[in-house]
C-alpha cells in the first residue's frame, strides 16, 4: 500500500486525513508531533517531525500555506518523491493571489525542490467539504497539474481514494489556470458571504 505523508495539521491537513484514513498508510508531519498524537490515533495514523515524515512517504501532500510550503520544500529530502501542492498563493489581506499569470505557487515549488515531482491539486476545496459524506462529494472535481505522467495517475488515485472527483488539465504550468479558479473560490467563500460548502465544478455537455 502507498504510504502517504502530510504535511500540516491545519483544517485542509486534517479534514484530507480523516477522508484518507484506512484507504493508504498514513503518516502526518507536525511542527509539535507531540501535540497531534490523540488526532493520529483516531485516523490510524503516526506523527512525527516534518523529516521523518517526508522519508517514510511515497507521497507527500504539503497541506500548509504558500510561504511555509515554499520554505520547507528546499530543505526536506524531497528527491523523487511526488510532492502535493494543495496551496493557493494569496495576498496577507485576501484581495487576490500574490503570483500568477506567468508563474504559480507549484511552480515556483518545483524550482526549489527540482528533483522532486510536483503535483497540483485541493486547491480549489474548501477544508469544510472534507467534513461531508463521501458521496455528497464525488462529482466535486479536484484539478490536477503536473509534469510527471505516473505521479499524476498516483495522485488521481489518492484523490479518488479521498471522495473527489479527477479532472487532469495537463503539465505543471496548468496550475497557473487552477490558482487562480482557488482563488475564485475564496472570493465567493468569504468576499460574497457563500461560505463555505461550495466548490467549482465541471460540466461536460453532450454536443
Avoid at 502530510?6 to 477522508?19: C, E, Q
Avoid at 472535481?141 to 509534469?147: I, Q, R, S
Wanted: hydrophobic share 50%; charged share 15%.
Amino acid at each position: 500500500m502507498t504510504t502517504t505523508a502530510i504535511l500540516g495539521l491545519g483544517n485542509m491537513g486534517k479534514g484530507l486525513a480523516k477522508r484518507l484514513a484506512g484507504k493508504t498508510e498514513l503518516v502526518l508531519g507536525a511542527s509539535n508531533p507531540a501535540a497531534a498524537t490523540e488526532f493520529a490515533a483516531s485516523v490510524g495514523a503516526t506523527v512525527t517531525d516534518y523529516k521523518s515524515a517526508v522519508l517514510a512517504a511515497d507521497i507527500v501532500v504539503l497541506a500548509l500555506p504558500y510561504g511555509a510550503a515554499l520554505e520547507l520544500a528546499g530543505k526536506l529530502p524531497l528527491n523523487g518523491k511526488i510532492v502535493v501542492d494543495i496551496s493557493n498563493p494569496v495576498k496577507a489581506d485576501f484581495s487576490g493571489l500574490a503570483i500568477g499569470h506567468t508563474t504559480s505557487a507549484a511552480e515556483e515549488l518545483q524550482a526549489a525542490a527540482p528533483s522532486a515531482k510536483v503535483v497540483k491539486g485541493y486547491n480549489t476545496i474548501f477544508a469544510s467539504l472534507f467534513d461531508t459524506p463521501a458521496s455528497a462529494t464525488a462529482n466535486v472535481p479536484v484539478f490536477l497539474a503536473g509534469n510527471d505522467a505516473a505521479a499524476v495517475d498516483a495522485v488521481a488515485e489518492l484523490v479518488t481514494a479521498s471522495g473527489f472527483a479527477v479532472e487532469k488539465v495537463g503539465g505543471l504550468d496548468g496550475a497557473r489556470l487552477v490558482e487562480p479558479v482557488g482563488m475564485l473560490n475564496i472570493r465567493f467563500g468569504y468576499g460574497l458571504g457563500q461560505g463555505t460548502a461550495i466548490a467549482p465544478t465541471w460540466l461536460k455537455l453532450a454536443a
